[in-house]
């Protein structure tokens, strides 16, 4: 049973952009806290952004100013914008989300690539 899809990765060039989805089906609701986190080749998961269910953002200092996190809480989804894109930003992307009762689900990733 899938219960967070994430969509959105790609190849592309450096300096540009890609907009990441994730919606999570009904089974995963009521969720609190949703999040991106990434894992580049042979280190370890590392926490790109997340956001409250108000809308409070938080961001990896890697991020700040390039990356915008937001949320659609009637439909259980959360995007990323990723802007200026870099070759350090490669890796693939997890969405998470954390229901109020403290339980934590993943999605299975989708990989972005920046590159000449």
């Known amino acids: 049973q899938v219960q967070l899809v994430e969509s959105g990765g790609g190849l592309v060039q450096p300096g540009g952009s890609l907009r990441l989805s994730c919606a999570a089906s009904?089974?995963?609701?009521?969720?609190?806290?949703m999040g991106w986190y990434r894992q580049a080749p042979g280190k370890e998961r590392e926490l790109v952004a997340t956001?409250?269910?108000?809308?409070?953002?938080n961001y990896a200092d890697s991020v700040k100013g390039r990356f915008t996190i937001s949320r659609d809480n009637a439909k259980d989804t959360v995007f990323l914008q990723m802007n200026s894109l870099k070759p350090d930003d490669t890796g693939v992307y997890y969405c998470k989300a954390v229901r109020y009762s403290g339980f934590i689900y993943w999605g299975r990733g989708t990989q972005v690539t920046v590159s000449s």
């Open positions: 009904r089974s995963v609701s009521p969720i609190n806290n």
């Open positions: 956001i409250t269910p108000g809308g409070t953002a």
